[in-house]
């Protein structure tokens, strides 16, 4: 999201994901209790078309980004800008500055082999994955971290990370990148994360088309570096502010080419969530041929 996009946020919208509803409605607009201080009458009101606030109680107002120094207690327009896209689960684009150097977690031990571990396979079964695909697609790494020892399924991506899931855990194994599948053909089918693709895969919408799986709505960028050479970009995001935000910013960068098939799971957060609703259940020595 740039920071117009964020403007543009209906602050209503914004309330109603901070957990905030409407409690009347008058001629310019609606009310609500404050969602940064305790009041016993509401007298926070929203003017919806200019989409401005006022706080009668404070006396405080202003648009989105006011609001948010509000309730993050920053008048840093930068803060502000990201406290919104946490929020609203969207990413934000940032001017470029050194960022500062974080330790991240120290892998140990790190072991892939194939994935034959019955509790994760009982997990992706519960996802609606049965173990040909699973052991197609996936492997089994075990690794060291913080003194302690793990297993979970690996995915790699095309910096040779890894995406890592099991039952308790949802992390990755650095580098964090894209996983590009290309196979020649002039369609691309894009999905956010892992599951999802292999989700494709059981329903038979991957049919030998190349695919992106992002691992992440933040590597966008990176798969615009591949994606260009695609006549036809088929997205199956999320149905959430990330999984719109990513697809609108496929469709600035790529115009037509850019297929919205979410349609395919409208009442559904994921295709994953559509697979697992729709679809007979497996046990983990489930084989389905495609």
């Known amino acids: 999201m740039t920071i117009d996009e964020i403007r543009k946020i209906p602050l209503v919208e914004f309330l109603n994901q901070l957990g905030y509803q ?19 009458k509401p007298s926070f009101h929203v003017n919806p078309r200019k989409n401005v606030w006022f706080d009668f109680g404070s006396g405080a107002g202003g648009d989105i980004f006011t609001l948010a120094g509000e309730l993050c207690n920053s008048g840093e327009f930068m803060r502000q800008a990201e406290y919104i896209a946490e929020k609203m689960k969207m990413p934000v684009e940032k001017p470029y500055k050194p960022v500062p150097f974080i330790e991240q977690p120290t892998f140990e031990n790190l072991m892939v082999s194939n994935l034959e571990s019955p509790a994760l396979l009982k997990y992706l079964a519960d996802r609606g994955i049965p173990r040909n695909i699973a052991q197609r697609w996936c492997v089994q790494v075990n690794y060291r971290l913080h003194g302690k020892d793990y297993y979970a399924i690996g995915f790699e991506n095309s910096a040779h990370g890894f995406e890592l899931r099991n039952p308790f855990y949802k992390g990755s194994y650095p580098p964090k990148h894209i996983t590009h599948i290309a196979n ?107």
Not at 32 to 40: G, L, M, Q, T, V
Not at 196 to 217: K, Q, T, W, Y
Request: hydrophobic share 35%; net charge neutral.
């Open 22 to 40: 409407p409690t009347g409605r008058d001629s310019k607009g609606l009310w609500f209790y404050s969602p940064y201080r305790n009041e016993r």
């Open 184 to 290: 020649g053909h002039a369609r691309c089918n894009v999905f956010e994360g892992f599951i999802d693709f292999l989700s494709g895969e059981r329903l038979g919408i991957n049919d030998g088309f190349d695919a992106v799986v992002l691992n992440s709505v933040a590597n966008v960028g990176k798969a615009l570096t591949v994606l260009p050479d695609y006549s036809v970009i088929a997205c199956y995001l999320d149905n959430d502010e990330a999984g719109r935000a990513a697809l609108a910013r496929h469709r600035r960068e790529l115009g037509d080419r850019v297929m919205d098939k979410s349609a395919l799971y409208p009442d559904h957060k994921d295709l994953n969530e559509y697979l697992v609703a729709t679809q007979p259940k497996i046990s983990n020595n489930s084989k389905i041929k495609l």
